[in-house]
């Protein structure tokens, strides 16, 4: 008997005798490790996420300022329901405020995901010095955007700014893109776009990487033109990275708020404020508000979690 295991052992390909243990009577602590490592992971984000989201939203019903003073009454929490929501949604300034933010959006993602793309299938290809391009590229993304839009503020000054001295050079009158509401939207979407492109550049360049050049290499023996490889192939399976972008860029758009506030400090007027700066503003300027604020911040959320539901949604259909 003991042969002819031994013969069954070390004959090439036959199967391992049993060691007698069901695969489900692994050890509870086997089973249990895995979750303990992620214990400090899930612990960060209850503290630092979960809780300041039910925290606002719990606030949102309530009248009460940003510090509460025992001795100060006038402070003191006091519950009013949905006041906040029906106060809110009878201020003709928040709906201002918000169309200006979706209007922002709107402009503002489509203009980095076209120009990242770009980019990304510019400096797909292996080049001597690729690296550093891209370096270059994406180094704006690590730059703090209030030291962005202090520098780009010099940029678009009217007499001084180095764009209207371009301009100048090809008889062009002086723009002024800060002194003006159309124009200021417009700066804040060069800006923004030109500190974000480098970011989602590097997240096209990793899809692009993963289709094969066999693709390529077959539509150009069928003789396709550039357009239709892009139309036909590139952009089908860039459909994942496209909706990635998409997604993290509208979120981002949606919270502009340091970039506006070094570049165009809202101005002029409130032609660039923001639905983060009202926010701001509704919370640490004004007197008890802090509810309404969070009640701002509630509706802020509710809109990207179903512009995301509904993105990712649209994405799964596609693909």
Do not use: C, H
């Not at 602590?29 to 809780?51: D, E």
């Not at 029906?86 to 918000?98: V, W």
């Not at 989602?200 to 050049?213: H, K, P, R, V």
Request: net charge positive.
């Amino acid at each position: 008997m003991s042969s002819i295991q031994s013969t069954i052992e070390t004959t090439p390909g036959a199967i391992p005798a049993s060691t007698g243990k069901a695969p489900g009577n692994t050890p509870w602590t086997k089973r249990l490790f895995p979750y303990l490592l992620l214990t400090p992971t899930v612990g960060l984000l209850a503290i630092f996420t979960l809780y300041p989201l039910v925290q606002g939203l719990w606030m949102s019903f309530f009248k009460r300022g940003i510090v509460v003073v025992e001795r100060a009454p006038a402070t003191w929490p006091k519950f009013v329901g949905i006041d906040n929501y029906i106060r809110l949604f009878n201020d003709p300034d928040f709906f201002n405020t918000l169309a200006k933010t979706v209007g922002f959006v709107v402009i503002a993602v489509p203009a980095v995901t076209a120009v990242s793309l770009g980019l990304a299938i510019l400096l797909k290809n292996r080049f001597f010095g690729v690296g550093a391009v891209r370096a270059i590229v994406f180094f704006p993304s690590m730059i703090s955007l209030l030291i962005t839009g202090v520098v780009w503020k010099w940029m678009f000054g009217l007499n001084s700014g180095l764009m209207n001295y371009l301009l100048s050079l090809i008889d062009v009158a002086p723009v002024p893109w800060l002194d003006n509401g159309t124009m200021a939207q417009i700066a804040v979407v060069i800006v923004w776009v030109w500190a974000s492109a480098g970011f989602y550049m590097m997240i096209f360049i990793a899809g692009l990487t993963t289709i094969s050049e066999d693709l390529y290499e077959a539509a150009r023996v069928d003789a396709a033109s550039t357009w239709r490889i892009f139309t036909r192939i590139t952009l089908p399976l860039l459909k994942p990275s496209i909706s990635l972008v998409v997604i993290l860029s509208s979120v981002e758009a949606f919270k502009v708020y340091e970039l506006v506030v070094s570049l165009t400090g809202g101005g002029p007027g409130r032609s660039t404020v923001y639905l983060i700066q009202t926010i701001y503003e509704t919370a640490f300027t004004k007197a008890n508000q802090a509810g309404v604020a969070a009640a701002q911040s509630a509706v802020l959320f509710l809109i990207l979690l179903v512009l995301t539901a509904i993105q990712l949604r649209i994405s799964k259909e596609k693909a």
